[in-house]
């Protein structure tokens, strides 16, 4: 029977279905043609490929260019175009002058013009938002940059709060994106590639990088796998980083995620390399490494003490969200001899009552904490998060006096859900609360000794994660050259090194004197 | 896929497996009744022991607000076994729960028990099991260990395990009862050089006990009223190879554990007879012990030498002559007399120690070893033997700190 | 993706090292050891240490003369192909069984002291698939693992001594010759196998970054190990005194006894966690390298996929003995008085034969040139 079920899942899964679709050869075909000297054949092929009238937001605009006496049509997108800009600097000129002039481009008062031949270029350009100007009797399609986009103003970060330091973050537009960055580092070496990663909706990835600093050979590795697949769209950047990560199906994230452009370019100026993608709030840095994710930006601006400080309640959060739980269980099932006396007598006297074992206790309330948690999160309003955690403490109140839940379970259960938001990664943290539930199981199985035996799997398992060939501990194990920069942070005059890992052109960022 | 699936369901086995059958040593900890004492009587019946359970109530006295329980903080269980280890199984016919040893603090003896050659054979077994902690206390009781729990109702620490964990650190830190853990019994029972202390205590006030100076009291013998617990823990009881052969006062148990560095006596409060008053007044001082005492021995010759130095702090607490310390006349004076009184006392306490107990009750042989090159030596000179013929000479160095407050004499009416 | 084997470095060598071998002063080695020679016992270990280093130096020596080559092959090339083969054959048997019964060791430390009724085998198969796991990740994953964890490794053993001191009296070591001087060198180099893991360790030269960090990485860890054992072995003598003969093994006796005062009197789970942690590094490690030896003895180029069944293997002949006094009083002494004298023998054997063929010359020669 098993067998039979496993045959027919391996059957449907390994070959591909077979579906009937239409074939669209004809228009691959047209859009591999040049445009020709016709006019009116033009204006034909681009109606048909854009279906116009049926598309409402193709605008066709013809009209006579006065100087050079001819006709002309501009197509555009209404919807992407800025079209005050397309009257003023195109239109207006092109039918107002009456100087005898040969030249478009001197017509034009645009300031951002090109040309192209190219059907499918040109159609892409279009959907671009690019305003496209046919000539009777050119062979070239004139286009000037009319895009205008409506999106998001830069706002403040909400995701990675920090009370020291840029508020600023990343919005949907790549533009603003890229010029924060920009603004961050002025240099010519900063480098802003795009390429294309999707065919049929045309996204593109933008690489950001500093020429002069990163590692040649990583970059053509991220070049290489941004190529390497070949789908239908990517609208989203958090969809590209499950596509680029070498293991999509690990509970721990191997690459960084952030919103905020400083600390983008932060990494830039480490040799680090940055993508970015249109309609994105955020940008992919990679490689990342554990230290990069458990890192919060505040960390440095802070002064070196208290930087430290909150590192070190940072690594105590990670310990006390991932163990209390199951060490609370491992303790009270298996090493009662553990407890001071009076609390055992306490944990004992409360438990008398309560009608589940300890771990099946624990579970409840991990699994309603989760549930509060992510409640809050959906509740459509700003009081989302007080209603979570008043849910939260009412529940405890109520399943104590009920005599369902022991009161030391509420402690512990409040303690570790509170300390996993410190971890402020949003991967990291869903790393951090699914890898409780796995050691809580553990520890209800074999007590400590199940919680060590995991820990110690899950140890070698993180060791042997790479994000892009760097190990995930790097560069504390296997060690290299940094400027050591991992749980305890040096003064800012100490941090010489760029991380060796990268293997960056240049090591140094700050010298003597 | 595939590989996703078989991951899942073999997770999924697991969890399963977890939940289900994860009990091995597992065991919820309301599930048990926690022992704190143990008591070991002679059972009436040859090769049995009387096994005498104390058991602590987890749900009284720890509930913060919210219903009380009335139940009754402990439950003792007395029965015959054959040892304290299986006995735990014999005593689920009568309590509810599983019995854990785990808490176990204190074990105690009847002195009749504890003189029965056959005692260490019995309680070696001590060792076996993997839940009885070498830190917990052997303390050795007057009456039958049975009794002794039925009697002992402490009124203000009614839950068991915080009136014994008080009861003995206090009277450690005192001096006044040795530091008996187990771990010590069996390092002395394995030496076989030395004897080893435990707690001497009773529940059992005698009926008209002479009243004597401060700390010379055995247990039992302190004459206190009022209302309040019978129980007291005051002086020990002498193991030699793990068989008590003897008492010692409270005052004597005092002097030893000031003469054994490895046991943590803190600050000590004594009288000692005043040397200014020609009655018999006695001031009261602290001591005070921060530094090791030095020992020297010269093993050669038929009699063994030993000179141990003790360097003791003194506070002096009370004055009832009015001396005037500011004069260092008086003040050496003092000196003197307490060195006097601390080297008689421990003189006299170690030449009983070589009469009456033949041995020395604290681990004065591991000084005796440096001065030997192999152990063969060591074995062939016999410390055992040699002890008993030795001189002991003992100097206190006193070093007083403080000589309390000077008062001046109040004016008598007239004066 | 490129998942190569990296190397090891001279960090994640020295923590490998030390917690292959220095695991042994948590174990039943004090116990054993005072069982032979009384309160003289730490001083075998100082004393082995240096009898072993004569060989062990002697073997590094002629190992440098081969750039990335392993122990076997280097024996294989000096020795002929089919002496070469049995000697390597033996090594590998012995430390097989080494293997196999050290775990059963450490399983039934575990049982005896912190899982009672737990059935022997399941703590055993827990052990086997975890060490399994790490050393099917590679060496470098393992060397990765045990520089994260050495330093609490470490700090967790001073502190276990540390409060262990509290309890112990100095005046316990003496008569500072213990059964006189004569046994004592007697005894100490019947007990170089304390050190035998050394030798085994040349195994992985060509996965350690160079010749010389290899070199110096033995150094360091053979050094510090024997002075730890030393030390360790010296506080459980001032702690238990004549009573660690009665303990098997004294570490966990000992963790069982300390505690940070009145309100938190047990802490041995604490300690029993980076124990525990060093064991599993530990077994990884000599899994990995056991595997390495069979896939050179037999010509397996991609022995990593041997290690299940490898272990497997292991895991069956660990449960044959059936009470945990067997191999303490039986099986054990067996390997520990055969293989260090060995290995020892080997060494010098190797250094003796590449003498005579003249290897050093060459390598003299070859650098000239």
């Known amino acids: 029977m098993r067998e039979k079920i496993s045959k027919l899942w391996k059957k449907r899964l390994n070959t591909e279905p077979e579906f009937n679709e239409q074939s669209n050869t004809e228009v691959i075909e047209l859009k591999k043609q040049d445009i020709s000297t016709s006019y009116d054949q033009n204006l034909a092929t681009f109606k048909t490929l854009f279906t116009v009238p049926d598309n409402i937001d193709v605008k066709v605009r013809e009209f006579t260019i006065t100087s050079l006496k001819r006709k002309g049509v501009i197509i555009f997108l209404s919807t992407m175009a800025d079209i005050q800009a397309i009257m003023d600097s195109i239109v207006e000129p092109l039918i107002d002058n009456e100087h005898p002039s040969k030249k478009i481009p001197d017509i034009v008062s645009y300031p951002i013009a090109s040309t192209a031949s190219n059907i499918g270029e040109i159609t892409e350009y279009i959907t671009a938002g690019i305003t496209a100007l046919f000539v009777e009797g050119d062979d070239q399609c004139y286009l000037f940059e009319t895009t205008k986009i409506s999106g998001r103003s830069i706002e403040k970060s909400d995701n990675e709060v920090i009370v020291k330091g840029a508020k600023e973050a990343f919005n949907e537009r790549v533009i603003d994106n890229i010029s924060l960055i920009r603004k961050k580092i002025k240099n010519e070496n900063l480098l802003v590639e795009t390429k294309p990663i999707s065919k049929r909706s045309r996204n593109n990835v933008f690489i950001v990088y500093q020429k002069d600093l990163v590692n040649e050979e990583l970059l053509q590795t991220i070049k290489d796998k941004l190529e390497s697949f070949e789908i239908d769209s990517i609208l989203d950047l958090s969809i590209l980083e499950q596509i680029l990560e070498e293991r999509p199906r690990s509970i721990f994230p191997t690459l960084l995620y952030t919103e905020r452009p400083d600390r983008a370019a932060a990494f830039i100026e480490e040799g680090h390399i940055i993508l970015l993608m249109e309609n994105s709030p955020g940008c992919l840095i990679l490689p990342a490494t554990f230290w990069a994710l458990f890192h919060s930006p505040e960390d440095h601006y802070l002064r070196t003490p208290y930087g430290n400080f909150i590192r070190i309640l940072r690594i105590l959060a990670l310990f006390v969200a991932v163990f209390t739980s199951p060490i609370y269980i491992a303790i009270t099932n298996f090493h009662v001899g553990m407890i001071p006396p009076d609390l055992l007598m306490a944990i004992a006297g409360t438990r008398e009552r309560v009608p589940f074992p300890s771990i099946v206790e624990v579970l409840m309330m991990e699994i309603a904490f989760e549930l509060i948690r992510e409640a809050g999160l959906r509740v459509p309003s700003p009081i989302g998060p007080t209603i979570g955690i008043v849910g939260a403490l009412i529940l405890g109140q109520a399943a104590v006096q009920a005599n369902i839940i022991s009161p030391i379970v509420i402690i512990v259960i409040a303690l570790s859900g509170l300390s996993s938001f410190i971890i402020s990664d949003l991967s990291m943290n869903f790393a951090i609360r699914i890898t409780r539930f796995l050691f809580i199981f553990s520890a209800g199985f074999m007590g400590i000794y199940g919680v060590t035996a995991l820990l110690i799997a899950g140890l070698y398992y993180l060791v042997s994660l790479k994000s892009f060939g760097t190990p995930y501990f790097a560069p504390m194990t296997p060690h290299s050259f940094s400027s050591k920069d991992l749980l305890i942070r040096h003064v800012p005059m100490k941090e010489k090194f760029r991380p060796g890992y990268l293997k960056p052109k240049d090591m140094v960022k700050q010298r003597k004197g | ?415 | 993706m490129n998942q190569q084997p990296g190397k090891l470095g001279i960090r994640e060598f020295v923590s490998i090292a030390i917690l292959m071998v220095g695991a042994k002063a948590t174990e039943d080695t004090p116990a054993v050891l005072f069982r032979q020679v009384q309160n003289a016992a730490w001083m075998i270990p100082l004393l082995s240490a240096g009898i072993f280093f004569i060989p062990l130096f002697l073997l590094i020596k002629t190992m440098s003369l081969y750039q990335d080559k392993d122990l076997f092959s280097v024996i294989k090339k000096l020795f002929g192909k089919y002496l070469g083969f049995i000697v390597c054959l033996f090594i590998f048997i012995i430390s097989s069984f080494a293997v196999s019964y050290d775990t059963r060791t450490y399983t039934n430390i575990i049982r005896s002291f912190y899982f009672t009724t737990t059935p022997n085998l399941i703590i055993y198969v827990i052990l086997m698939v975890i060490c399994a796991y790490g050393a099917k990740k590679g060496l470098q994953h393992v060397g990765s693992v045990s520089y994260l964890i050495i330093f609490y490794a470490l700090l967790s053993l001073y502190i276990a001594l540390g409060i262990s001191t509290q309890q112990s009296n100095i005046q316990s070591m003496f008569p500072i010759w213990g059964p006189g001087q004569l046994e004592i060198i007697k005894l100490s180099s019947q007990n170089i196998t304390i050190f035998a893991d050394f030798f085994i360790l040349t195994m992985v030269i060509p996965y350690v970054t160079s010749n010389k960090v290899f070199k110096k990485g033995t150094w360091i860890a053979f050094v510090y190990v024997s002075i730890q054992i030393s030390v360790a072995t010296l506080i459980f003598i001032c702690m238990f005194d004549a009573s660690l003969a009665g303990y098997a093994y004294p570490f966990h006796i000992a963790i069982r006894f300390i505690s940070l005062g009145d309100y938190i009197p047990n802490v041995e789970i604490i300690f029993f966690i980076i124990w525990i942690m060093t064991a599993f590094i530990r077994f990884t490690a000599f899994l990995y390298i056991n595997a390495l030896m069979f896939g050179q003895l037999f010509k397996i180029k991609d022995f990593e996929y041997l290690i299940p069944s490898l272990t497997t293997i292991y895991l069956l002949i660990g449960i044959i003995p059936e009470s945990p006094i067997d191999i303490t009083l039986v099986l054990k002494p067996l390997i520990q008085n055969l293989a260090g004298p060995m290995f020892a023998v080997i060494s010098i054997t190797l250094w003796l034969v590449a003498q005579l063929k003249g290897e050093f010359k060459h390598a003299k020669n070859k650098n000239s040139m």
């Open chain 2, 1 to 415: 896929m595939q590989k996703t699936k078989t991951v899942c369901s073999l997770m999924l086995f697991f969890v399963m497996v977890i939940l289900l059958t994860g009990c091995w040593d597992r065991g919820e900890l309301e599930d048990k009744s926690y022992v704190i004492g143990l008591g070991l009587d002679r059972s009436k019946q040859e090769g049995k022991i009387k096994v005498t359970m104390l058991l602590a109530n987890p749900e009284v006295g720890s509930m913060q607000g919210g219903g009380g329980s009335t139940e009754k903080p402990r439950e003792i269980i007395s029965f015959d076994a054959n040892d304290f280890i299986a006995a735990k199984a014999t005593a689920n016919s009568v309590i509810s729960r599983s019995i854990s040893y785990d808490l176990l603090r204190i074990f105690v003896v009847s002195e009749e028990f504890a003189r029965d050659p056959m005692f260490p054979s019995t309680f070696f077994e001590v060792l076996k099991d993997k839940e009885i902690r070498l830190n917990s206390y052997l303390a050795v009781s007057k009456e039958k260990a049975a009794q002794y729990f039925l009697k002992n109702k402490p009124r203000m620490e009614t839950r068991p395990h915080k009136y014994f964990q008080f009861m003995v650190n206090h009277g450690i830190e005192n001096g006044l009862i040795p530091d008996s853990t187990l771990f010590r019994y069996f390092q002395s029972a394995e030496r076989g050089t030395d004897l080893f202390l435990a707690m001497y205590t009773t529940a059992i006030r005698e009926k008209n006990p002479k009243i004597k100076r401060e700390d010379e009291y055995m247990a039992g013998e302190l004459n206190a009223t009022g209302e309040l617990d019978d129980t007291q823990f005051i002086g020990s009881a002498v193991f030699k190879n793990g068989v008590m052969i003897d008492k010692l006062t409270g005052q004597e148990t005092r002097t030893i554990n000031i003469l054994d560095d490895t046991t943590n006596i803190k600050d000590i409060l004594v009288n000692i007879p005043d040397p200014f008053s020609s009655s018999q007044k006695q001031f009261a001082a602290r001591i005070l012990k921060t530094q090791s005492n030095k020992v020297k021995m010269n093993l050669k010759g038929i009699r063994p030498k030993i000179y141990i130095t003790i360097p003791l702090q003194f506070e002096i607490m009370s004055n009832p002559s009015r001396v005037n310390y500011r004069k260092e006349k008086n003040r050496q004076i003092l000196r003197k007399h307490i060195a006097d009184h601390i080297e008689q006392m421990n003189e006299d306490l170690l030449k009983k120690t070589q009469t009456k107990l033949k041995g020395v009750p604290y681990p004065l042989p591991l000084f005796a070893k440096k001065y030997f090159g192999t152990i063969q030596e060591y074995k062939k000179f016999n410390w055992g033997k040699s002890y008993l013929r030795a001189d002991i000479h003992v100097k206190a160095e006193i070093d007083i700190v403080n000589y309390g407050k000077q008062t001046s004499r109040p004016k008598k009416v007239g004066e």
